[in-house]
């Protein structure tokens, strides 16, 4: 249902400061322009919305009740003469479309070939960048009672324009507030998904690592042991995936509460490169630290730092082809802010620039055989990109297709 009442237009459209910019141009029409009526209509769900209104009170009563489709205004419009930002619509060429939602003044045309006609329409639709109609400025029964003059519609021009801003600005930024909220509903929602299933897939993968551990007790025939092997392959592979369905919900968790302590990076690091070595001379890649001498110490939850950087190696390893290297470079930032760099550098597979804005999308892989072959969740990077949001951080990517990727993470130091 549209607004009705003031107070839910109120809180539907703009904000005080847009409906009295919109009143003034109202009274604009009236005192300057020289009409006793004067209204500017919104468009919201296909319907025009009465969000200001000058002069007579039955036409006030009246607009604020009836809700004109916008179509319906714009077919009617295809008839009138075009006055550059107006709209005039004699009697005359006028249907019986727009009869149910129209106010008539009760007045006698003068005579005088200029006569106003209680049945005229005279009217700007205020439009946006792309020319869609965002909203309407009416007007009605001049004091005159004849047609504008050149002068007029000059005043009626500028006051149209100035409409056209206030009612364009105040939708867009409505929009922009919508669809924020929308993002954050959808994220909250994703994160109660996310966290319901990583605990709900706990207990069936211990399950099925319990039993296949007494299987492995049982004398097995070839086949056998076969799908028991393909059993624990998947099996640990989902066990990977709850374990990064965890991390995800633990970072992303509105409610915990985080308390920064110092954080070596540099030793991150270079714990995470033992960790990595067996996994990167199993795939002939070699695994190089370049650490800048000393400590490099940033405020931070250490687990959520180690995360971070594991994921970065991990990766770079996995999508490293056999014979490549890949480099883990620790320095502090330019400029004695404290704050640390953290650079991973791979010889690999490379990303394409369209799957780079999506790299950091929870479950987001890129469509490609290089990329499908190798096993992955495509809940690293969102894990690592939580966790420099979280420490107010920022983390790039610069990659080419075949060429390799890098990613760098800035984490700030210390506050000054």
């Given at each position: 249902?549209?607004?009705?009442?003031?107070?839910?237009?109120g809180?539907?459209?703009?904000?005080?400061?847009?409906?009295?910019?919109l009143?003034?141009?109202?009274?604009?029409?009236?005192?300057?322009?020289?009409f006793?009526?004067?209204?500017?209509?919104?468009?919201?769900?296909?319907?025009?919305?009465?969000?200001?209104?000058?002069?007579d009170?039955?036409?006030?009563?009246?607009?604020?009740?009836v809700?004109?489709?916008?179509?319906?205004?714009?077919?009617?419009?295809a008839?009138?003469?075009?006055?550059?930002?107006?709209?005039?619509?004699?009697?005359?060429?006028?249907?019986?479309?727009?009869?149910?939602w129209?106010?008539?003044?009760?007045?006698?045309?003068?005579?005088?070939r200029?006569?106003?006609?209680?049945?005229?329409?005279?009217c700007?639709?205020?439009?946006?960048?792309?020319?869609?109609?965002?909203?309407?400025?009416?007007m009605?029964?001049?004091?005159?009672?004849?047609?504008?003059?050149?002068?007029?519609?000059?005043?009626?021009?500028?006051?149209?324009?100035?409409?056209?801003?206030?009612?364009?600005?105040?939708?867009?930024?409505?929009d922009?507030?919508?669809?924020?909220?929308q993002?954050?509903?959808?994220?909250?929602?994703?994160?109660?998904?996310?966290?319901?299933?990583?605990?709900?897939?706990?207990?069936p993968?211990?399950?099925?690592?319990?039993?296949?551990?007494?299987?492995?007790?049982?004398?097995?025939?070839?086949?056998?042991?076969?799908?028991?092997?393909?059993?624990?392959?998947?099996?640990?592979?989902?066990?990977?995936?709850?374990?990064?369905?965890?991390?995800?919900?633990?970072?992303?968790?509105?409610a915990?509460v985080?308390?920064p302590?110092?954080?070596?990076?540099?030793?991150?690091a270079?714990?995470?490169?033992?960790l990595?070595?067996?996994?990167?001379?199993?795939?002939?890649?070699h695994?190089?630290?370049?650490?800048?001498?000393?400590?490099?110490?940033?405020?931070?939850?250490?687990?959520?730092?180690?995360?971070?950087?594991?994921?970065?190696?991990?990766?770079?390893?996995?999508?490293?082809?056999?014979?490549?290297?890949?480099?883990?470079?620790?320095?502090?930032?330019?400029?004695?802010?404290?704050?640390?760099?953290?650079?991973?550098r791979d010889?690999?597979?490379?990303?394409?620039?369209?799957?780079?804005?999506?790299?950091?999308?929870?479950?987001?892989?890129?469509?490609?055989?290089?990329?499908?072959?190798?096993p992955?969740?495509?809940?690293?990077?969102?894990?690592?990109?939580?966790?420099?949001?979280?420490?107010?951080?920022?983390?790039?990517?610069?990659?080419?297709?075949?060429?390799?990727?890098?990613?760098r993470?800035?984490?700030p130091?210390?506050?000054?």
């Amino acid at each position: 249902m549209p607004p009705t009442t003031p107070d839910d237009l109120g809180a539907w459209w703009g904000d005080a400061h847009d409906r009295e910019a919109l009143r003034v141009v109202a009274e604009g029409v009236r005192e300057l322009a020289g009409f006793e009526v004067a209204a500017v209509s919104v468009v919201h769900e296909g319907l025009l919305l009465t969000v200001a209104v000058a002069g007579d009170d039955e036409a006030a009563a009246h607009l604020a009740r009836v809700h004109t489709p916008i179509e319906e205004l714009l077919a009617e419009m295809a008839l009138a003469e075009d006055w550059g930002p107006l709209r005039f619509l004699p009697h005359d060429r006028a249907t019986d479309r727009l009869d149910r939602w129209s106010w008539v003044p009760d007045i006698e045309p003068v005579p005088n070939r200029r006569a106003w006609h209680p049945e005229d329409l005279l009217c700007a639709l205020l439009r946006d960048d792309k020319g869609e109609v965002r909203g309407v400025l009416g007007m009605d029964l001049p004091r005159n009672r004849l047609r504008p003059d050149a002068e007029q519609r000059k005043v009626l021009e500028a006051l149209a324009r100035q409409a056209e801003q206030t009612v364009v600005s105040a939708i867009e930024r409505r929009d922009a507030t919508l669809s924020l909220e929308q993002e954050l509903a959808a994220s909250a929602y994703r994160r109660q998904l996310i966290d319901v299933l990583s605990h709900e897939l706990q207990n069936p993968v211990a399950a099925i690592s319990g039993n296949l551990e007494l299987l492995a007790e049982e004398e097995l025939s070839p086949v056998a042991l076969r799908s028991v092997g393909a059993i624990e392959r998947a099996a640990r592979r989902i066990r990977v995936m709850v374990s990064d369905l965890l991390a995800l919900a633990e970072v992303d968790d509105p409610a915990r509460v985080r308390e920064p302590e110092p954080v070596d990076v540099a030793e991150v690091a270079r714990d995470v490169a033992e960790l990595m070595a067996t996994e990167a001379r199993h795939r002939e890649v070699h695994l190089e630290l370049d650490l800048a001498p000393g400590p490099q110490v940033v405020p931070g939850v250490p687990s959520e730092i180690d995360t971070l950087v594991a994921n970065l190696v991990a990766n770079a390893v996995k999508y490293s082809e056999r014979g490549g290297t890949v480099q883990v470079q620790v320095r502090p930032a330019i400029g004695g802010t404290g704050a640390v760099v953290v650079q991973v550098r791979d010889q690999g597979i490379g990303i394409s620039p369209a799957d780079q804005e999506r790299l950091f999308e929870e479950f987001f892989r890129a469509d490609n055989t290089a990329t499908r072959s190798r096993p992955g969740t495509g809940l690293g990077l969102a894990i690592v990109n939580r966790v420099v949001r979280a420490h107010r951080g920022h983390v790039d990517v610069e990659s080419q297709p075949g060429r390799g990727t890098t990613f760098r993470v800035v984490l700030p130091g210390p506050p000054a």
